[in-house]
């Protein structure tokens, strides 16, 4: 039994701003972001627990292993509205409502490109694609009574074009009209101006509610939503830490927290529950394998640190001098007491769920010997190093190579060796590699043991915090013959993370390419296909 579709907004709701997440679904487009089907439902249910209004779960026919996962969060959601994205044809919109007909509240998002060059792909003229969009938004709305359509590439569309199709649309059924900048193109200025217009000119506008959907190409993706929403949008699309293709798309803890710090100027609420924010944000970069900048706006490592002295004297006398808004609004505990070697078991826990991670008690006992390993190298154990312990464990037991032990020798006379013995698929494997430096021998060493072709696109390092004894995290990323992974692992010897990272990335890799089980990409088709 489905529950009713969300309603335009009357005058009562005229503040309220909806929340759309497509880190699932434009988020995980993102070359090397994929994600496997258990990360998809935890990071579906953690929007769902944080207040996003929507959550699009992905693209169902674009693979066996998005359609299981669509369909999973749809049964899973418990308050969020749950969408599947399909192309403007029936074959992709039926797959779709397959997908998230379980939810209480399913949505089917059609769409198709308007804009000239888009117009050209298909080979449709204007007449035709018009009724196009008037039967395939027909058809989402006899299926579905929460429909989403979107012109992509709306900014770079003809204005008589765009109004008749918007018109169209509306009048065969679609509850919210989106209006996506897909290739960040448009300014500030534009995006209100657009949404306006389109609110007041097109006919039966007033009946359905606008969205906006930025990417960011010209870093004004965050402006240009907030703009449209003073143009009277009512739906922001976006995607934790602005995941997405290219540039990304407009991230979604900007908008909640200018909406929020801004309110005096901006008089829009979300119903996000901010203090989630930075725990989300932490978790989607591990799975996606793409770490945050440090300067990133709210989520950022640096985001509230005070370094100069100038700063650190202000923020000592009174904290408002160079804090516009508090650590613990998006959930960075001010006041965190970091744990040692003598921290047990029940400390850890504690510390693990106030960091938002609840483990089970075999995962709870990896990352307590890991724990123990790090405590008795480094004297402080700080929030950040046991995040990272968190997630380097989190895979751990069900992975076909395992690291058993590495030795590294290196110096300024020669190459560097690496000894290491492996576990493939429960059997131990041992074998000495030279290389051009420690990680590169062991790298070579990973290659002696486990054969393969692929390739690195993609190697970081990162202290997680400060100190010669900081761990350090490190990034992985890998392709083989279409197919890319990535891998993060830490630890305070950077040759050990990175092997231990890059064998994770292998380990993600074996799985795709295993073709069995949810969670396996074996997309063939490109949402850029629209037609
Ligand atoms: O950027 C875009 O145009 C899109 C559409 C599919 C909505 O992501
Ligand atoms: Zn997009």
Redesign the pocket.
């Known amino acids: 039994m489905t529950e009713p579709a969300q309603t335009a907004p009357g005058a009562a709701e005229d503040d309220r701003v909806l929340i759309f997440d497509t880190t699932l679904r ?1 988020g995980e487009q993102s070359p090397g972001a994929t994600m496997t089907h258990a990360e998809k439902l935890e990071i579906a249910e953690l929007l769902d627990q944080m207040g996003v209004d929507i959550i699009e779960a992905g693209f169902p026919i674009a693979s066996e292993g998005d359609f299981k996962a669509v369909n999973e969060i749809a049964a899973n959601s418990q308050n969020a509205v749950i969408c599947g ?1 399909a192309r403007a044809n029936y074959a992709d919109i039926d797959r779709c409502w397959e997908a998230v007909k379980a939810a209480r509240r399913p949505r089917i998002h059609t ?1 198709i490109g308007t804009s000239p060059l888009h117009r050209a792909i298909p080979n449709l003229t204007m007449d035709e694609m018009a009724e196009r969009i008037h039967d395939t938004v027909s058809h989402a709305r006899n299926l579905c009574e929460n429909v989403q359509w ?1 012109p ?2 709306a900014t770079r569309t003809e204005w008589d074009y765009l109004a008749r199709v918007v018109e169209i649309a509306i009048k065969a059924g679609a509850s919210t009209i ?1 209006i ?1 900048d ?1 290739v960040g193109y448009t300014a500030p200025v534009e995006s209100a101006d657009l949404i306006r217009r389109l609110i007041a000119e097109v006919p039966g506008a007033d009946d359905v509610i606008f969205a906006t ?1 930025c ?1 960011n190409d010209l870093g004004m993706a965050t402006a240009n939503s907030l703009a449209a929403v003073e143009g009277g949008a009512r739906q922001i699309e976006c995607t934790i830490n602005g995941l997405g293709e290219r540039a990304g798309n407009t991230a979604l803890e900007e908008v909640v927290m200018a909406l929020k710090v801004r309110h005096d100027i901006m008089p829009w609420s979300t119903g996000v529950d901010s203090s989630k924010i930075m725990h989300i944000s932490r978790r989607v970069s591990t799975v996606s394998g793409f770490p945050v900048q440090y300067n990133k706006a709210i989520v950022g490592k640096n985001a509230f640190a005070h370094e100069s002295g100038i700063h650190q004297d202000g923020v000592l006398k009174n904290v408002e001098t160079f804090e516009i808004m508090r650590p613990e609004d998006v959930g960075l505990s001010s006041n965190a007491l970091p744990l040692g070697k003598h921290s047990g078991r029940a400390a850890l826990r504690d510390k693990l769920n106030q960091l938002g991670h609840e483990v089970g008690d075999n995962q709870l006992k990896d990352i307590f010997v890991r724990f123990k390993e790090l405590a008795d190298r480094k004297k402080e154990v700080y929030d950040e190093d046991i995040i990272a312990l968190v997630s380097d464990t989190a895979e751990a037991g069900q992975a076909h190579l395992n690291l058993v032990s590495l030795k590294v020798t290196c110096g300024t006379g020669g190459p560097a060796e690496a000894t290491m013995e492996m576990e493939v698929d429960g059997t131990d494997i041992t074998a000495t590699a030279h290389g051009d430096g420690p990680v590169d021998a062991a790298f070579k060493a990973v290659r002696e043991i486990y054969p393969n072709t692929a390739r690195l696109q993609l190697y970081q390092v990162h202290a997680v915090t400060e100190g010669t004894d900081a761990q350090a995290t490190v990034s992985v990323r890998l392709a083989e013959d279409g197919v890319i992974a990535t891998g993060q692992s830490a630890d305070t010897d950077t040759v050990v993370a990175s092997t231990r990272a890059y064998i994770a990335a292998l380990n993600r890799l074996i799985v795709r390419r295993s073709k069995s089980g949810p969670g396996v990409d074996t997309r063939e088709i490109s ?1 850029k296909d629209a037609g």
């Open positions: 434009d994205l769409f979107s992509m590439d989106n996506p897909t959907h990417h949402y």
